[in-house]
């Protein structure tokens, strides 16, 4: 398989205030190359995301923004190309409203939610949380919410599922995210 593993931190409650982006590039089932940075959200951080993520607004105060960012990546978010989260609701609303408060046109990407697929694919974990999954696949997690810690063990859960249950059982997980 080919994908694309992303995962956002935010710096505040609003989706449109990305502070840290990772993206894990999988190519015939391998890592082919990982991307990470802070972005500068030109917002006030609130506590609770610092909390959760510890990104501070100084870790971020010469790091680029968004707009700056987008050119590197934007051809990874393409009409054939699978772009994967764990709980990509949260991290395709990141992109969708950051590109929107910066009018950027939106891509049109294929998408998966390994929340999702390990929903139905292992029936019986106690929850789903990015943590638990890797934890009973045994996929390593060392540092949960650190965006690039995080996609690719996100990149690793469709790896695994895809060996234990083969591509059919994936693909009625994908959907057009448009």
Not at 9 to 14: H, L, S
Not at 59 to 83: C, G, H, R, Y
Not at 121 to 139: A, E, G, M, S
């Amino acid at each position: 398989m080919n994908f694309i593993a992303i995962d956002f931190e935010t710096a505040a409650r609003k989706r449109a205030s990305a502070c840290s982006l990772a993206i894990t590039v999988i190519r015939k089932d391998e890592i082919a190359s990982e991307f990470y940075t802070l972005i500068n959200p030109e917002v006030k951080f609130y506590w609770r995301n610092v909390k959760v993520n510890g990104i501070h607004e100084k870790d971020v105060q010469n790091a680029p923004t968004f707009p700056e960012i987008w050119p590197m990546i934007k051809s990874l978010f393409q009409n054939n190309m699978l772009v994967i989260a764990h709980n990509n609701s949260f991290d395709n609303s990141v992109l969708r409203k950051t590109l929107e408060r910066y009018q950027i046109n939106e891509p049109k990407y294929l998408t998966l939610d390994t929340v999702k697929t390990s929903r139905h694919l292992f029936p019986n974990l106690i929850n789903y949380k990015l943590d638990t999954v890797c934890r009973d696949l045994n996929i390593p997690l060392h540092h949960h919410h650190n965006a690039l810690d995080d996609s690719l063990a996100c990149a690793n859960i469709l790896i695994e599922q895809k060996r234990q249950f083969g591509e059919e059982a994936i693909k009625p997980f994908v959907r057009i995210f448009n």
